[in-house]
Each structure stands twice: as C-alpha cells, then as structure tokens.
C-alpha cells in the first residue's frame, strides 16, 4: 500500500528554468514532509523538510510547498543546475507511537537538467 | 563529523545462504532505520532500532532480522537467501528517529544473489 506517491517518474529541465516535482499522500496521520536526493551508487541525501503545520519552507534554490486540504506537496528548485540531476524521494513520517524512525517514501522522480 | 558507514559495500551470494550487514551510525545517533531499495518497490522500511531495542518493524518475512548494540552500531541479518532479496540495503541514522531529527543516509550495500 503506497502512503506516498510520485506519478511522475522522469522530468526534464533545461538550465536555469524552474522544476517542479510532485508528490501526493493518503495518509492524513503524517506530521512531517521531507525530500531526498538521490545519486547513483550513493546513499540519499537529505534536501529540504516541512512540518504539517506550516504551508511553505524556503532553503535557497529549493522551496516545498504543501496543500494538506489536497494532500499534495511539491518541490521547487529555482533556478535549475544541471548538478540537480538526481533521483528525488519524497518522504513522510509520522511522529508518534510505534512508527517513530520510520520514514514512508515515494518511488522518486529522475530529473535530468539539460543546458 | 564521519557520516553513515556500511560494510560490506558488495556482496555476491548464492541461494539459501545467510548474509551479516553493518552500520555505524553518525556518532550520537541513537536511532538506525534499515531500508531495502529495489526498481519495483522503491525504498522500502525492514526496521528501526533505538537504543538496542526494535521500536517497529516493515512487513518483511522473518527471515530478515537485526539487532542493535550499546554503541549503537547496528546489523540486519538475511536467512536463507532468495533471488528476489537482490537489492540495494541502506541504513540510516538519526538522534532519536523523531521527525524533525533528520535521518542521514550511508551509501548502502548492494547484495546480489545469484
């Protein structure tokens, strides 16, 4: 049963312009919201958050966006490096009872930035 | 500050065999999450270890199992090896598996069974 999902397995951007992914949720139980990046033969890192209180978190280029009434968050990065081209996770985790530590992933989304 | 470590970084085995992972968390993280990363499934949650007890557990069969110790490193452990447990394994750290505490990622072990 996927809790997190991303429809979107591949965007492509050219240099400079905005990306835009997507993420959709089911579970109304998350209270936090994280993005991960992803590079081939590397662990995830770890990109931006947001708690479900809040609608929007700013860290430089990348900015997260969440509509809890729609339960859909997004990531933006502006403007876009061809250094983003990554693997993208979005990740949600519920902070309370038995599933503390455990982070529910999507199953990411390629984006190639292109100059 | 070391990050995540993983031992083995490959491993081949075959079918029916058991296989021993390592991590050592960042130091003073308390919290070690396992996860299996495939094409099929994405990432996928084993379990979660906080000062050496099992807080929670994915839906994996029995024959995956871990174990953490008082320095907080922590081993996965897979029985009786199955095609289909070919994967990418990663472990995560964290102080407390809370949700503001990020989790920080090693760089994972990539299993192969033949």
């Known amino acids: 049963d996927q809790q997190v999902k991303q429809n979107s397995p591949s965007l492509s951007v050219q240099e400079g312009r905005i990306s835009i992914l997507n993420c959709d949720y089911t579970?109304?139980?998350?209270?936090?919201f994280l993005w991960y990046k992803k590079y081939p033969a590397e662990g995830p890192t770890f990109l931006i958050s947001?708690?479900?209180?809040?609608d929007k978190n700013e860290d430089g280029r990348f900015t997260v966006f969440l509509n809890k009434s729609a339960k859909h968050l997004s990531l933006h990065i502006v403007p876009s490096q061809p250094g983003d081209s990554a693997v993208y996770f979005c990740?949600?985790?519920?902070?309370?009872?038995?599933?503390?530590?455990?982070?529910?992933f999507g199953r990411g989304t390629q984006l190639t930035v292109w100059p | 500050k070391a990050g995540v470590t993983q031992t083995p970084r490959y491993l081949i085995k075959t079918r029916g065999q058991q296989v021993t992972l390592s991590c050592s968390p960042i130091?003073?993280?308390?919290?070690v999450s396992w996860y299996q990363q495939t094409p099929g499934q994405g990432l996928q949650f084993l379990f979660e270890?906080?000062?050496?007890?099992?807080?929670n557990k994915g839906n994996f069969p029995g024959r995956f199992s871990g174990r953490q110790f008082s320095n907080s490193r922590s081993e996965m452990n897979v029985s009786t090896l199955e095609l289909g447990d070919s994967a990418l394994y990663l472990c995560?750290?964290?102080?407390?598996?809370?949700?503001?505490?990020?989790?920080?990622f090693g760089p994972g072990t990539r299993l192969t069974v033949l």
């Open positions: 995560a750290s964290s102080l407390a598996g809370r949700a503001y505490d990020t989790q920080y």
């Open positions: 579970n109304s139980m998350f209270d936090y």
């Open positions: 947001i708690s479900s209180i809040k």
């Open positions: 990740a949600a985790i519920v902070d309370r009872g038995s599933t503390l530590g455990r982070l529910y």
């Open positions: 130091s003073g993280h308390r919290s």
């Open positions: 270890y906080f000062s050496e007890t099992q807080r």
